[in-house]
C-alpha cells in the first residue's frame, strides 16, 4: 500500500510542477524587469520595433507583448489579466476599459489608419475606385460590421450610397487579406497598414472617400501597471519621434 | 450496479481531477449565460440562420462521410496491401492536424488558384465562398474520425462470416450488403455520430478556406466567433445551445453505440 501511496503522491505532483512552472516566466536574472504591453494585432510589427528600440534606451528592461483583436485584449483585461500598457486599434475598445475602470490616466492618441482596396498584383480586373468593387462579377471580401474595419467600411458604404455583395464578411482583417493574397478574391478592403505590410502580394487601390472612417489608435497607462514610470516612459516613446517614425514608416497616418 | 473490482483506490483521484477539469468550463460558462434573455438570443434571425445552415452542411458532410468512408473503413481493414499500409496514416492525419492548417490545405487545392480549383474555375465551377465549401471543410475533419472507428470495428469483427458466405456461393457484393454492413452495424452509427458532431463543430478550416456570409458559409461555430466581438451574452448563448445540441446527438445516438462499436475503434 505504500508503495502505491508514494506513487500517487508523484502523480498528483506533476501537474502541480507543470503548473507551478508555467507561471513562473516573469522573474528573470539580476535586476531585469518586464513590461508588459496588451497591443491591437494590427500594431505587431511596429509595436514589436518600438519594444527592442525601449529595451536599448533601457538596457534592464524587456517588454513583452500580448497582441490581439482588442475587443479580445479589453476581455482579458477585465478579466483579470496584468498589464501595464495598453493600445488599442479604435477608440470604442479604449472606452469599454476606460468605462471598466482598467485605466490609470487618460488614453493618448497615437496614430490613425483608413481603408485601401487590395487586389491580385497587377491589378487584373482594373479596380479602381470603391464604387468598382460593385462590378458585376468580381469577388469582394470585406470585414464583417461587428468588427472595426468593417464598421468602417460600413460607414464609406453610407457615404457613397453604395451597398457591397461581398462574397464573405470576415471576423479580422487579415483573413480579408488571406483571401485576397491566395486568390480566392478578387478584391478585399483593408487597412493601408495592411496593404503596405502585404507588400508586393497585392496590388492597392486607394480611394478618397476613405477619410470618412478615420481609425484612431488610442494608448493608456493601465491601473494594473507594476511600475507606473516605465509604463509612462513606453507611452512617451510611442507618441515621441522615434515611435512616430516606425509607425509612419508602416503606414499609419498621424492621429 | 456492479462494484468494479480490481482498481487501487488512489486512482480515483487523478480520473475525478481530470473529469472535473472537463466538466467545469461547461458548467461555468452554463453559469454565466443571461437566462432571462436566452430565448430571444438564440432566436435571432442570424442565431436560427447559422444553425440550420449548421444542419444542413453537417447532415451533408456525415452523408459524404458515409459514402466515402464505409468502403475506405473496410479496405484499410481487409487489405493488407504495402500501399493501403502506407496511405493509412496519410488519411488520417487530418485527425492530428490542427484545422486551419486542413482549411489553408484545401485552400490550396480547390481554391480559384489551386491544383485542382483552377481546372474547376476553368469549367464554370466554382467552390470557394460557396456552401459546397463548408461541407468540403466539414467532411474532410470529419472523415477520418468515421474511417477510424469502423476500422476498428470491421478488424474486432474479422472476415470470418465473410469467408463463410463466399464459400457458400455468394457474390462479393451481395457478401458486403447482406452480412459486412450488418456486422458493422454498431461501428457505423458510432461513426456517424462522432462525423456529424465534428462537423457540427467545425471551425477552422470553414473560416480559412470557405469564409463567413451569414446563410451561405456562417455556421454556428462561426456566428459564436463574430457575435463575440459585440455581444458576449449572444456568444454565451450560442455555445451553450451547441453544446446543448452536441449533447443530444452524442447522449441520444449514440453513448450506447459509442460504448459497443466504438471501443474497438479508439
Known amino acids: ?255 | 450496479m456492479t462494484r468494479t473490482s480490481g482498481l487501487p483506490r488512489w486512482i480515483y483521484v487523478p480520473a475525478v481531477i481530470g473529469a472535473v477539469f472537463m466538466i467545469l468550463p461547461l458548467v461555468a460558462m452554463t453559469a454565466k449565460v443571461d437566462w432571462p434573455d436566452f430565448w430571444s438570443l438564440i432566436t435571432s434571425d442570424s442565431s436560427l440562420t447559422a444553425l440550420e445552415l449548421s444542419f444542413k452542411t453537417s447532415s451533408a458532410s456525415t452523408v459524404l462521410c458515409i459514402v466515402l468512408g464505409v468502403p475506405m473503413a473496410l479496405v484499410l481493414a481487409r487489405n493488407d496491401s504495402r500501399v493501403i499500409r502506407w496511405t493509412r496514416p496519410l488519411i488520417l492525419l487530418p485527425l492530428v492536424l490542427p484545422p486551419v492548417v486542413g482549411g489553408i490545405a484545401l485552400l490550396y487545392a480547390f481554391g480559384r488558384l489551386g491544383l485542382l480549383g483552377r481546372y474547376l474555375d476553368a469549367a464554370g465551377i466554382q467552390i470557394a465562398f460557396t456552401t459546397s465549401a463548408v461541407v468540403l471543410a466539414q467532411t474532410f475533419v470529419s472523415l477520418p474520425f468515421l474511417v477510424i472507428a469502423l476500422e476498428g470495428a470491421a478488424r474486432t469483427a474479422g472476415a470470418d462470416y465473410e469467408v463463410v458466405a463466399a464459400t457458400l456461393g455468394a457474390r462479393p457484393t451481395s457478401v458486403w450488403w447482406r452480412v459486412s454492413l450488418p456486422l458493422l452495424a454498431p461501428g457505423l452509427a458510432s461513426g456517424t455520430v462522432l462525423a456529424f458532431a465534428r462537423s457540427l463543430g467545425e471551425f477552422g478550416a470553414t473560416l480559412t478556406f470557405a469564409g463567413s456570409r451569414e446563410g451561405v458559409t456562417r455556421t454556428l461555430p462561426l456566428e459564436i466567433y463574430l457575435q463575440r466581438e459585440v455581444d458576449t451574452d449572444a456568444a454565451v448563448a450560442l455555445s451553450v445551445l451547441l453544446v446543448a445540441v452536441a449533447a443530444v446527438v452524442v447522449f441520444g445516438l449514440g453513448s450506447r453505440t459509442l460504448k459497443a462499436g466504438g471501443a474497438g475503434g479508439w
Not at chain 1, 524587456?62 to 488599442?88: I, P
Not at chain 1, 482596396?117 to 462579377?137: C, E, H, Y
Open chain 1, 1 to 255: 500500500m505504500t508503495r502505491f501511496r508514494r506513487l500517487s503522491v508523484a502523480l498528483l505532483a506533476v501537474p502541480v510542477l507543470v503548473l507551478a512552472g508555467c507561471g513562473s516566466g516573469g522573474s528573470g536574472s539580476d535586476q531585469e524587469k518586464t513590461l508588459n504591453v496588451f497591443a491591437a494585432a494590427s500594431l505587431n510589427k511596429t509595436f514589436t520595433d518600438i519594444g527592442k528600440q525601449f529595451e536599448t534606451d533601457n538596457p534592464n528592461w524587456k517588454v513583452k507583448f500580448n497582441f490581439a483583436g482588442s475587443s479580445d485584449l479589453v476581455t482579458q483585461l477585465t478579466q483579470g489579466a496584468k498589464a501595464d500598457v495598453f493600445a488599442s486599434a479604435d477608440t470604442k475598445n479604449m472606452d469599454k476599459a476606460a468605462h471598466g475602470g482598467l485605466l490609470a490616466g487618460d488614453p493618448v492618441n497615437f496614430a490613425s489608419n483608413t481603408l485601401l482596396i487590395v487586389t491580385a498584383p497587377g491589378n487584373p480586373r482594373g479596380v479602381a475606385s470603391f464604387a468598382d468593387l460593385n462590378k458585376p462579377g468580381l469577388t469582394v471580401v470585406v470585414c464583417a460590421p461587428q468588427v472595426p474595419c468593417g464598421s468602417a467600411t460600413e460607414k464609406v458604404e453610407k457615404a457613397m450610397h453604395v451597398t457591397l455583395n461581398p462574397v464573405s464578411e470576415e471576423s479580422s482583417v487579415t483573413d480579408v487579406l488571406a483571401k485576397v493574397t491566395s486568390g480566392q478574391a478578387d478584391a478585399g478592403v483593408v487597412y493601408v497598414t495592411d496593404g503596405i505590410g502585404a507588400g508586393d502580394k497585392v496590388a492597392t487601390v486607394e480611394f478618397p472617400e476613405a477619410s470618412v472612417a478615420v481609425n484612431t489608435y488610442p494608448i493608456a497607462e493601465l491601473k494594473s501597471a507594476a511600475d507606473a514610470d516605465a509604463a509612462k516612459k513606453f507611452i512617451a516613446l510611442v507618441t515621441g519621434e522615434a515611435g512616430q517614425k516606425i509607425l509612419s514608416q508602416a503606414g499609419f497616418a498621424k492621429p
